[in-house]
């Protein structure tokens, strides 16, 4: 059974920082790309940042472009979220997920996802 831990969110203030970890309990998702996508009530989940198996390869949401940076750590297992300069509309419930697949192709498709975390809630007041 793979698991997926995410923490890190919390309350901050606009034009602050949060760094978001995941933490898998299997290995061998170290050989497939993985991606955070967040989800707001009444609202399908939205893709926000992924990374390829090494991060040699990372896409990003228009929305969070500049400000945001995935990355992943395969020797401990955890993918990071680094998200700076909050806005109040990047309040979300955030979660990491991953897939056994190996390539980037259709990263930004959250059914094409097999494992999710349990979500963490990300709240940035104005």
């Known amino acids: 059974q793979v698991h997926l831990v995410e923490s890190g969110g919390g309350l901050v203030q606009a034009g602050g920082s949060l760094r978001l970890s995941c933490a898998a309990s299997?290995?061998?998702?170290?050989?497939?790309?993985k991606a955070w996508f967040r989800q707001i009530p009444g609202k399908e989940r939205e893709f926000v940042a992924a990374v390829s198996w090494n991060g040699g390869i990372t896409d990003y949401s228009e929305y969070v472009t500049g400000r945001f940076i995935i990355s992943r750590d395969n020797v401990k297992n955890i993918l990071y979220l680094q998200m700076n300069n909050l806005k109040p509309e990047d309040t979300a419930v955030y979660y990491c997920?991953?897939?056994?697949?190996?390539?980037?192709?259709?990263?930004?498709?959250?059914?094409?996802?097999?494992?999710w975390g349990q979500g963490t809630q990300v709240t940035v007041s104005s």
């Open positions: 997920t991953a897939r056994s697949v190996y390539s980037m192709a259709q990263v930004r498709v959250a059914d094409e996802y097999e494992y």
């Open positions: 299997e290995a061998t998702l170290s050989n497939y790309a």
